[in-house]
């Protein structure tokens, strides 16, 4: 394992296959490409068993369809709940990590914060014994 990578590389690279699945489905039915490519679909589905002559596959009230819907919906859920319970889990790595970085950016801190304060007490002590030494 590279010791370059962040925590959020870190994880990406753990995730099983089944995971991955679960976030491109996730990913791919979170977006406005998704909307619009079922909703082209939907329309052309209506359209075609509207007007078509011979045979309607699936006719008014399209039941079909929605048993389409119903299933996809019953398969989605699942899969979108597994990919927010993993954004959950990066949340919560991500939060340690902050923690973790702001603990030791403090500890910096408060060294610089003693050392500042030592080089202005010796500075003192010279300006002190300076006119001490005048006077």
Request: glycine share 2%.
């Amino acid at each position: 394992m590279n010791i370059n990578k962040n925590w959020h590389q870190k994880h990406s690279d753990n995730l099983s296959w089944g995971s991955r699945i679960a976030d491109s489905v996730a990913k791919g039915m979170g977006s406005w490409s998704f909307i619009i490519i079922q909703t082209v679909f939907v329309m052309i589905w209506m359209g075609l068993n509207l007007i078509a002559y011979c045979k309607h596959w699936d006719p008014y009230p399209f039941i079909l369809l929605n048993l389409l819907f119903s299933t996809q919906a019953a398969y989605a859920a699942p899969i979108i709940m597994m990919a927010q319970n993993r954004q959950n889990e990066r949340d919560r790595i991500q939060a340690q990590e902050d923690y973790q970085t702001n603990k030791e950016a403090k500890i910096e801190i408060e060294a610089l914060a003693a050392k500042l304060n030592s080089i202005e007490v010796e500075k003192l002590d010279k300006i002190i014994k300076m006119l001490e030494n005048n006077s």
